[in-house]
C-alpha cells in the first residue's frame, strides 16, 4: 500500500519531519499487516450466542469510603467545591 505521509500530516495539520514520517509510514503498514492477517469470518459464523445471556455483574466499591473534603484536601486549587484542572482545548 502507497501512503503519503506527509499528505496525511498536513491533512492532521501536524508538523513532521522526514525521519519521522518514513517510521510513522512503517509503523503503519505493520498495523495494515497485522489486520490484514485477521481470519475472516463466514457469513454463518456467530459470535453471539442467543442461549448464552450474558449478565452484567454489580460493580459495588470496597474499602474505605472517602468524603468529598477528603479527596478535595490535595487538590491544588478548589472552585464550587471542584478540584480546578487546566483547559485543554480551546
Excluded at 501512503?3 to 498495523?31: F, G, Q, R, Y
Excluded at 445471556?53 to 487538590?75: C, V
Amino acid at each position: 500500500m502507497n501512503m503519503d505521509i506527509m499528505h496525511l500530516a498536513k491533512l492532521c495539520k501536524i508538523k513532521i519531519d522526514d525521519e519521522l514520517a518514513e517510521k510513522i509510514k512503517i509503523d503503519i503498514s505493520k498495523i495494515l499487516k497485522s489486520v490484514e492477517d485477521l481470519p475472516n469470518p463466514n457469513k454463518n459464523d456467530s459470535f453471539f450466542n442467543p442461549d448464552n445471556i450474558m449478565t452484567l455483574r454489580n460493580d459495588n466499591a470496597k474499602g474505605q469510603e472517602f468524603t468529598r473534603d477528603d479527596i478535595l484536601k490535595n487538590a491544588p486549587q478548589i472552585k464550587a467545591g471542584c478540584a480546578v484542572v487546566p483547559k485543554e482545548i480551546d
